[in-house]
């Protein structure tokens, strides 16, 4: 899972992105709560919600 989610990273800065993304995905999580909500777009399996924005 982790090295199907690395073949679209482009920095190594996403590395720890997709780490996460997957270890969450392999728990069958599907949601984030993260102030770096544009950080994990392109995982779109994961619901992320930015707990300091209203709405």
Partial sequence: MLV???KSV???KKIFDAA???TLKGH???G???VNTKD???F???ETKNP???G
Wanted: avoid cysteine.
């Fill in 20 to 22: 996460l993304a997957a």
């Fill in 40 to 42: 994990f777009e392109e």
């Fill in 32 to 34: 984030l709560y993260t």
């Fill in 4 to 6: 199907g989610l690395l």
């Fill in 10 to 12: 482009t920095t190594r």
């Fill in 28 to 30: 069958g999580i599907s």
């Fill in 44 to 46: 779109t399996f994961l």
């Fill in 52 to 54: 300091l924005e209203h």
